[in-house]
């Protein structure tokens, strides 16, 4: 999975996607994309009161599969993740993680604007979740995820393909 796309003309006051591309993760990047989920999550995490210093990087090692995921750079440098795994019914989208400083910039839509043109041309059903009252389950909206079911904690998103902005 490669792509670049340069800064695009944005609304007055909001600072341009940076240039950005994917490359394969390695098993290497596991530490770094740990410490930035707990970065990510933690405001959500505290806020229903389930956030553990060690288990929000745990959760994330145990789990870890090179294979799916993909190493989003901005301007040549780490600044995120993404992983799209496979199922009997499509894919799962996981670990979508953005430094924070890059947030609000349009990067994050773009990242998905690529993946979901692929899943979309596979005709492929793509599923989420993502924690309740994250600021992520508007960005998932505005692609066209809608709500399949929630609990206390978690929100289960579905997008079928074609369903984008």
Do not use: C
């Not at 390695?26 to 806020?47: C, G, K, N, S, Y």
């Not at 496979?86 to 910039?105: I, K, M, N, S």
């Amino acid at each position: 999975m490669d792509a670049g796309i340069a800064a695009k003309k944005t609304r007055p006051g909001r600072r341009p996607e940076p240039e950005w591309s994917l490359r394969p993760a390695e098993p290497a990047d596991v530490e770094a994309i740990a410490e930035l989920r707990a970065v990510v999550m933690r405001p959500d995490l505290e806020r229903l009161g389930r956030f553990d210093e060690q288990r929000v990087r745990q959760r994330f090692r145990d789990g870890f599969s090179p294979r799916h995921t993909s190493v989003v750079l901005a301007g040549g440098a780490f600044a995120g993740s993404v992983a799209l795994r496979p199922a009997v019914d499509g894919h799962w989208l996981e670990h979508f993680y953005l430094a924070p400083d890059l947030h609000g910039r349009g990067l994050g839509s773009a990242v998905l604007r690529t993946l979901l043109s692929g899943t979309d041309a596979a005709g492929a059903v793509v599923r989420l979740n993502v924690l309740q009252g994250s600021p992520a389950q508007r960005l998932y909206a505005r692609h066209g995820f809608t709500i399949e079911s929630q609990d206390p904690v978690d929100v289960f998103m579905l997008r079928r393909p074609h369903a984008g902005p």
